[in-house]
C-alpha cells in the first residue's frame, strides 16, 4: 500500500492504471469495521482501490466536531493496508481546500429532510468533497455505507445530474453484536451512554418487525413508536424520527406497498448518533440501478 498526501502524486500514481477498474472508499478515517466492509467489497470488484481519509471541514457546522473528531492516520494505515487498500489518499486540509472555496455542489430538495434539516450546508460540504474526490480519482466504482442513507442518496442524485461516469454502491450497515451501528464517533459515549444508545437499533428492528407482522401500517404509528421507546433512555434526546420514501425522501403515508426509509438521529451528551432501516428493499437491487 502506498500512502499519498498530494492530488499531484495521486494522480501519476493512477496514471498507468486507468486500464484497469479504480474503486474508491471515501472515509473521514478513524477506521472500523464498517469502513472495512466497504474495502472489502471494493476489493472484491475492483482492480485498484484507493482509500481516502480526509476530515472535511467544509461539512462540519461552526457548532460541530471538527476538531475533536477522532483521527489516527497510523492506526488507519494499518487497517487499510490489511483489508487490501492499494493506496491511501490522505490529504492535509490546505491540499483539498488551498483557497477559501468559491464554488460548492448543491443537491437540492433530498438535502431539505433528515440530517439536511438539522445540519444546514452539510450535504453541501458533502457533495463538494465527494465531487472533487471523484475528480481526483476518476474512479470506475464508488462504496458508500447504507448507514448514511441519505448521503448514499444525494451522492447517487449528484452523479446523475452531473454526469459523472461512477458507479455508486451503497454497502450494508456493520453493527456490533448488540445492534448498535459502528460509527467513529461511538468512542465519544460514556458507558452509560453506549449502553443506551442500543435503543436506536433495537427500535428500528421492533418497527420492522412489527410491519412484517402487519401490527403496524401506518408512518405516524411508527414515529410515535420510535420517539416513546427512545425517550424511555434517560440520557437520549431525540433530534428527528421520521419515516420517507425511499429513495425519493419524500413523505410517505403508509408503511407499506413501497419501499421506505425510517431514519433516526438521536444525541446523547454532545453525541449525536443516526441509524436508519428499510422497509421492504429489494436486497439486490442497487440504489443506482432503481
Ligand atoms: P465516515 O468515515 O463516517 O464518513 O464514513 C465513511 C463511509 O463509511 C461512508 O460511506 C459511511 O456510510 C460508511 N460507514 C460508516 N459507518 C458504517 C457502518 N457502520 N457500516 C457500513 N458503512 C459505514
Known amino acids: 500500500m502506498k500512502t499519498v498526501e498530494t492530488v499531484k502524486e495521486l494522480r501519476s500514481c493512477l496514471r498507468p492504471l486507468r486500464d484497469r477498474r479504480i474503486g474508491l472508499v471515501p472515509t473521514m478515517g478513524y477506521l ?6 466497504l474495502i472489502r467489497k471494493a476489493r472484491e470488484e475492483c482492480d485498484v482501490v484507493v482509500l481516502s481519509v480526509f476530515v472535511n471541514p467544509l461539512q462540519f457546522g461552526p457548532q460541530e466536531d471538527f476538531a475533536r473528531y477522532p483521527r489516527d ?3 488507519d494505515a494499518r487497517i487499510a493496508e490489511q483489508a487490501g487498500v492499494d493506496f491511501l489518499f490522505a490529504p492535509p486540509v490546505e491540499e483539498m481546500y488551498p483557497q477559501q472555496p468559491l ?4 443537491v437540492s430538495q433530498l438535502t431539505d429532510r433528515l440530517c439536511g434539516a438539522s445540519r444546514p450546508g452539510h450535504f453541501d ?9 471523484f475528480h481526483i480519482v476518476e474512479p470506475d466504482r464508488a462504496y458508500f455505507g447504507m448507514k448514511d442513507a441519505q448521503q448514499v442518496t444525494v451522492v447517487e442524485q449528484m452523479v446523475r445530474d452531473l454526469h459523472f461516469p461512477v458507479t455508486v454502491v451503497p454497502c450494508p450497515t456493520v453493527r456490533e453484536e448488540d445492534g448498535l451501528a459502528l460509527s ?7 458507558a452509560e451512554e453506549r ?3 442500543t435503543v436506536l437499533s433495537a427500535g428500528l428492528r421492533e418497527v420492522a418487525e412489527k410491519v412484517k407482522r402487519g401490527e403496524m401500517t401506518l408512518a405516524s404509528q411508527a414515529i410515535d413508536y420510535l420517539k416513546r421507546r427512545i425517550s424511555s433512555k434517560p440520557l437520549a434526546r431525540i433530534d428527528y424520527v421520521d419515516v420517507l420514501a425511499f429513495p425519493e425522501l419524500t413523505p410517505v403515508k403508509e408503511l407499506t406497498g413501497r419501499r421506505v426509509i425510517v431514519a433516526v438521529a438521536v444525541r446523547f ?3 449525536r448518533l443516526i441509524d436508519n432501516i428499510i422497509l421492504h428493499e429489494k436486497e439486490d437491487l442497487p440504489c443506482s440501478a432503481r
Open 184 to 190: 467513529s464517533r461511538n468512542v465519544y459515549l460514556s
Open 269 to 271: 451528551g454532545s453525541t
Open 195 to 197: 449502553s443506551q444508545a
Open 125 to 133: 460540504g458533502v457533495a463538494t468533497v465527494v465531487a472533487k474526490l
Open 32 to 37: 472500523h469495521e464498517g469502513h472495512v466492509s
Open 73 to 75: 492516520l497510523e492506526r
Open 103 to 106: 464554488t460548492k455542489v448543491t
